[in-house]
């Protein structure tokens, strides 16, 4: 079974930033592709970047530009930096990584906070 648990999310100021944490844990062989998702108030969770084993990134269109998804494959760590943030990015954040441990998984962090006010 694999773990995932997210940190840094909190209150900021309409233009400021937030950096992101998720570590996963439990029997891991490999992570494939890692992502972060998050679901405002009222509203259907929605994809917001993903990063491959390789590196490569993809964005939503609301946010490009202004956040950057990483990984540290020898910490299993997910990050996602948060710069110009909005109060449309008000939301919980929860991230999500699939792979290999005993077996195939894919797992979900209990998600994190943001909140940005105007």
């Known amino acids: 079974q694999v773990q995932l648990m997210e940190s840094g999310g909190g209150l900021v100021q309409a233009g400021g930033s937030l950096r992101l944490s998720c570590a996963a844990s439990?029997?891991?062989?490999?992570?494939?592709?890692m992502d972060w998702y998050r679901q405002a108030p009222g509203k259907q969770r929605e994809w917001v970047a993903t990063?491959?084993?390789?590196?490569?990134?993809t964005y939503a269109e609301s946010v490009k530009g202004r956040f950057t998804i990483a990984r540290d494959n020898a910490k299993n760590t997910l990050y996602l930096q948060m710069n110009s943030l909005k109060p449309a990015d008000t939301a919980v954040y929860y991230c999500?990584?699939?792979?290999?441990?005993?077996?195939?998984?894919?797992?979900w962090g209990q998600g994190t906070q943001v909140t940005v006010s105007a």
């Open positions: 999500h990584a699939a792979g290999l441990g005993r077996s195939y998984f894919h797992s």
């Open positions: 439990g029997s891991i062989f490999s992570i494939n592709t």
């Open positions: 990063i491959t084993s390789g590196g490569t990134t």
